[in-house]
């Protein structure tokens, strides 16, 4: 019923930027918490970036002072602005969102991912 749809990933050179977009639509009452995680080539997916409905953020230790996330809960959507871009960036992107579809039915969702790639 819900779906998440990833955008604006791609190659840049390091010290780079990019915007990555991920848009939720279907049955949405709500969005509470949203995401931004990222995996690696042999390492797991790691927390990138998350932000509440009210637009408290945190970020991983790795990112911080160079990734912002943001949202509009207008849209339903959720971004990430990537400054600053270092090869150890390079991973797929993966959105995520627990969305309320009614009073007493929430869910976790994931986008598909969207590979970023830093060359050096």
């Known amino acids: 019923q819900v779906q998440l749809v990833e955008s604006g990933g791609g190659l840049v050179q390091a010290g780079g930027s990019l915007r990555l977009s991920c848009a939720a639509s279907?049955?949405?009452?709500?969005?509470?918490?949203m995401g931004w995680y990222r995996q690696a080539p042999g390492k797991q997916r790691e927390l990138v970036a998350a932000?509440?409905?009210?637009?408290?953020?945190n970020y991983a230790e790795p990112v911080k002072g160079r990734f912002t996330i943001s949202r509009d809960n207008a849209k339903n959507t959720v971004y990430l602005q990537m400054n600053s871009l270092k090869p150890e960036d390079t991973a797929v992107y993966y959105c995520?969102?627990?969305?309320?579809?009614?009073?007493?039915?929430?869910?976790?969702?994931w986008g598909q991912g969207t590979q970023v790639t830093v060359s050096s």
């Open positions: 932000i509440t409905s009210d637009g408290s953020a």
């Open positions: 995520n969102a627990e969305v309320r579809r009614a009073m007493r039915a929430t869910g976790v969702y």
């Open positions: 279907g049955s949405i009452f709500s969005i509470n918490d």
